[in-house]
């Protein structure tokens, strides 16, 4: 694990065409890392939700760089829909894998363990599973005979990026009990973190860090971003600011709103 | 004490529809369904009840889980939710939820979020309350555009959880999975039969003359204005203060 890098720098290892997963609002969103992604334009980009999506996943969209969008929602929470989003679903401009929020989990799951799929219950007779060729249902093997459940296929990213409160020197990371963000590293081939701060101390130092840490294993790049899930918040550490994503969802109704807000925001970001 | 407000009558019905459940969960962006748990659990306190646990998403103080989002939907799959609240842009006759969008999929007239853990949930959790505080033709139609997640599922299908009621802003429905369908059990102070037919796009049984339904007795409208607004408004600050103004003594 190296020493820290610069934001644009970890923007960098994001190549066009990779799978990237990103953590739901209120897990730890790398906020810090949506500008820069946008200035590197590595585009067809396949967005894995965790496990739904909202303004990074739609200001992406709006900057056109994505090429497909796996998820189980994408919504700006209080704030509304998704604008840059439901533009693309309108348009037709990008592929859509509507899931479900364990469905999701599920394929990470899978990955996590090197397993090929997980199998799990609901789905049967959703236009969820319909419209998911790559799903499969086969009858409980283990059964008596019929009862059906649905296989969804390891979902390995190439990447998976969040933010959390801190990380040490050493590169490991503390999640607390997001542990989805965890789920995500074990299953990406590789993961970039942002933090609100490195401390000199061990992360592995007492039991109780411990129990919420992410070992440097799993880590492969950090950067130092204070406040970098902002407007969203960041558990423990700052509320969301509502008022800064309803201006968000007002001003990118229109390409040229979300191009004004584009410029604006990215001119102060790192 | 002022009478009830009509949103204080769906939070008390909510805290009706969930006796005898241990634990119940509510989704994001839910803050009815958010309130009438808390009262529920207010309510057994009150009356020295075994305890309720109730799991808010996007709360910290009213949400035990420590593993992640995963929790929720492993803790249903095993049968430790008892009850579920669930929403839809179209909701039909079936009980058949549509929260993708309107129009043929993919490219959707209108999209809305997505299915989120309802393709899923409503296989799983016993007691799915249906809640949707707007009753219009074109949220409640005959058959959805998308099915996120079906009212029924044909036997043979893992089917532990499902509908049990749908309330909205005019009325309480249950939900018979025999049929299938919905028969309309109250109507809400304020409403009449002719009202929620016109507002209804799908056929639902009825007595002749349909009950009413009961707004909250003092006691229970004392707890709900006291204890359920100050843990309501650590989630939903903005609609614990509106109830609030709602009620004052002083409005």
Known sequence: MPATTDIPSLARLIEPGMQIALPVDYAGVSMAMTHALIARGAGDLDLVCVPTGGLQADMLIGAGLVRSVETSAMTLGEAGGAPCFNRAVRDGSIILRDSTCPAIHAGLTAAQKGAPFSAMRGLIGTDVLRHRPDWCVIDNPFGPGGDPVVLVPAIQPDVAIFHAAMADRAGNVWIGRRRELATMAYAARRTIVTAERVIDGDLFETEIMAAGTLPALYVDAIGIAPKGAWPYGLWGEYPADTGELLRYAGSAKTDAGFAAYLAETGAAAP | ?251
């Not at chain 2, 095993?78 to 043929?104: E, K, T």
């Open chain 2, 1 to 251: 004490m002022k009478p009830a407000t009509p949103r204080e009558t769906l939070i008390t019905t909510i805290a009706r529809l969930l006796g005898g459940v241990h634990h119940v969960a509510v989704g994001a962006s839910s803050p009815i369904p958010a309130a009438g748990a808390m009262l529920l659990r207010a309510m057994k306190e009150a009356a020295g009840a075994p305890r309720v646990r109730i799991s808010i998403l996007g709360s910290v103080k009213h949400n035990f889980f420590t593993n992640g989002s995963v929790e929720l939907f492993d803790c249903a799959g095993q049968g430790r939710i008892d009850a579920f609240f669930l929403s839809g842009g179209q909701i039909d006759g079936q009980g058949n939820v549509n929260l993708v969008g309107v129009g043929d999929y993919p490219q959707t007239k209108v999209r809305w979020p997505g299915s989120f853990g309802a393709a899923y949930l409503y296989f799983v959790v016993p007691r799915v309350i249906l809640f949707r505080e707007d009753h219009t033709p074109r949220i409640f139609v005959d058959k959805v555009d998308f099915v996120s997640a079906p009212g029924t599922s044909p036997e043979g299908v893992y089917r532990s959880g499902g509908p049990h009621a749908l309330l909205t802003g005019l009325g309480l429905f249950d939900f018979d999975a025999s049929r299938p369908g919905f028969r309309l059990r109250s109507i809400h102070p304020g409403h009449d039969l002719a009202e929620i037919t016109d507002a209804t796009g799908f056929a639902f049984a009825h007595d002749a003359a349909p009950a009413a339904t009961p707004p909250p007795d003092a006691a229970t409208l004392a707890l709900l204005r006291g204890r359920v607004l100050d843990e309501l408004s650590e989630t939903y600050p903005d609609f614990a203060a509106q109830l609030q103004r709602e009620t004052s003594e002083d409005a």
